[in-house]
């Protein structure tokens, strides 16, 4: 079972590279980006593994029994709500941000807010569903495109159109002190772990996360490859121009594989089930976290199916981000990404600090 942590961290931070992350650092890489992706693994990788040991001390429980086993009602109540709010945005912006991806680099003609409500569609589906099939659908969309976007970051990599010098030139401003718009994106790679906070209704008694080793690699990995890979395509100056940065360094690539010549559409095709499954098991935990307001709620991980709340919930999550890419354009939506990433990582932090308190005290109360 323990496969499944290591399928959100894996999620997350692949679907970073389609967000505002890479073009984030991009934009401060001469104000110390790459400081600010060492310090980001160091404070990912420490959350990470205090998450792991907190949620184990509580097996078979998410964040919203745990919290009721040591805070009043009246307390609880409020946090439920900001931690739904929390697992809202993220995902709306993931999803408005794929909308208009396709519309810029798919279909012109098809306007971005038509292609939202149908992604919405079949996210307000995919959410409804039980814990346990979030679960698996998870398991099986990085079983399917965890593969194939490898190979193309492996392509990127190889690729003879890289320019080592402008990555050289770039990675020269390892002097530079950090700055916390920079760490606050870059610590998003690591965020997968806080799924847990339902999905460990999931996990069994002396479950243990096995091989952690792996997350600080393969994370700083993954943060070097979204930070330096579109530098050596376009540029140290050049690269700054592009708000979707990989998405125009995927259409750089060329394969000779039959049908399948431009990258761009594998790429785009990828990313978008990760972002579908992305959005819907966020959507599904803030569902789950407004379902604990209620003094009748029951967790069950195989709800199947759904009571009628939970569609009423996923129905106003979807309307309240269609409304918001209506009103709200890239740029706006470009600086509320960066202020929500680097105030989403003090929440975490937040969070896991408190959560670890609790988990010491239940400890030894026992």
Same mark, same amino acid.
């Given at each position: 079972?323990?496969?499944?942590?290591?399928?959100?961290?894996?999620?997350?931070?692949?679907?970073?590279?389609?967000?505002?992350?890479?073009?984030?650092?991009?934009?401060?890489?001469?104000?110390?980006?790459?400081?600010?992706?060492?310090?980001?693994?160091?404070?990912?990788?420490?959350?990470?593994?205090?998450?792991?040991?907190?949620?184990?001390?509580?097996? *078979?429980?998410?964040?919203?029994?745990?919290?009721?086993?040591?805070? $009043?009602?009246?307390?609880?109540?409020? /946090?439920?709500?900001?931690?739904?709010?929390?697992?809202?945005?993220?995902?709306?912006?993931?999803?408005?941000?794929?909308?208009?991806?396709?519309?810029?680099?798919?279909?012109?003609?098809?306007?971005?807010?038509?292609?939202?409500?149908?992604?919405?569609?079949?996210?307000?589906?995919?959410? %409804?569903?039980?814990?346990?099939?979030?679960?698996?659908?998870?398991?099986? *969309?990085?079983?399917?495109?965890?593969?194939?976007?490898?190979?193309?970051?492996?392509?990127?990599?190889?690729?003879?159109?890289?320019?080592?010098?402008?990555?050289?030139?770039?990675?020269?401003?390892?002097?530079?002190? $950090?700055?916390?718009?920079?760490?606050?994106?870059?610590?998003?790679?690591?965020?997968?772990?806080?799924?847990?906070?339902?999905?460990?209704?999931?996990? $069994?008694?002396?479950?243990?996360?096995?091989?952690?080793?792996?997350?600080?690699?393969?994370?700083?990995?993954?943060?070097?490859?979204?930070?330096?890979?579109?530098?050596?395509?376009? *540029? %140290?100056?050049?690269?700054?121009?592009?708000?979707?940065?990989?998405?125009?360094?995927?259409?750089?690539?060329?394969?000779?594989?039959?049908?399948?010549?431009?990258?761009?559409?594998?790429?785009?095709?990828?990313?978008?089930?990760?972002?579908?499954?992305?959005?819907?098991? *966020?959507?599904?935990?803030? +569902?789950?976290?407004?379902?604990?307001?209620?003094?009748?709620?029951?967790?069950?991980?195989?709800?199947?199916?759904?009571?009628?709340?939970?569609?009423?919930?996923?129905?106003? /999550?979807?309307?309240?981000?269609?409304?918001?890419?209506?009103?709200?354009?890239?740029? %706006?939506?470009?600086?509320?990404?960066?202020?929500?990433?680097?105030?989403?990582?003090?929440?975490? +932090?937040? %969070?896991?600090?408190?959560?670890?308190?609790?988990?010491?005290?239940?400890?030894?109360?026992?």
């Amino acid at each position: 079972m323990s496969r499944y942590f290591y399928y959100h961290i894996v999620l997350v931070s692949l679907l970073n590279l389609m967000l505002f992350v890479p073009h984030i650092l991009i934009r401060y890489r001469y104000q110390g980006a790459v400081t600010s992706m060492a310090l980001a693994v160091v404070i990912g990788t420490a959350m990470t593994f205090m998450y792991t040991y907190i949620m184990g001390k509580f097996p *078979g429980l998410g964040m919203p029994e745990i919290l009721d086993k040591f805070l $009043p009602k009246m307390v609880v109540k409020p /946090i439920m709500v900001f931690m739904a709010a929390m697992w809202i945005i993220g995902p709306s912006i993931a999803l408005v941000s794929y909308a208009v991806l396709i519309n810029r680099f798919i279909n012109p003609d098809t306007s971005p807010v038509m292609v939202l409500i149908l992604l919405s569609g079949v996210c307000i589906y995919a959410a %409804t569903r039980s814990t346990l099939t979030l679960a698996f659908l998870v398991e099986m *969309g990085m079983l399917i495109n965890f593969p194939i976007i490898l190979f193309i970051l492996l392509k990127a990599v190889r690729s003879d159109a890289i320019n080592w010098d402008a990555i050289r030139t770039v990675a020269n401003y390892w002097t530079q002190m $950090p700055n916390l718009q920079s760490v606050g994106a870059a610590s998003y790679i690591f965020t997968g772990y806080v799924s847990f906070a339902i999905y460990n209704r999931l996990m $069994p008694p002396n479950i243990r996360i096995r091989h952690r080793w792996i997350i600080p690699i393969s994370g700083s990995a993954i943060l070097l490859l979204t930070f330096f890979v579109p530098i050596g395509f376009h *540029g %140290t100056e050049a690269v700054e121009n592009y708000l979707y940065v990989w998405s125009v360094t995927a259409d750089s690539l060329m394969m000779n594989y039959g049908f399948i010549e431009r990258v761009i559409f594998m790429f785009l095709i990828m990313y978008l089930n990760l972002t579908l499954i992305y959005t819907a098991s *966020g959507w599904h935990q803030a +569902i789950e976290f407004l379902k604990a307001l209620s003094n009748s709620y029951k967790p069950s991980v195989d709800d199947v199916p759904m009571k009628r709340n939970g569609f009423i919930y996923s129905t106003v /999550i979807a309307l309240l981000t269609v409304i918001y890419l209506y009103y709200v354009n890239e740029k %706006t939506t470009f600086a509320i990404s960066g202020y929500w990433l680097s105030f989403r990582m003090f929440i975490e +932090i937040g %969070t896991v600090v408190t959560m670890f308190i609790f988990a010491r005290k239940g400890t030894n109360s026992s």
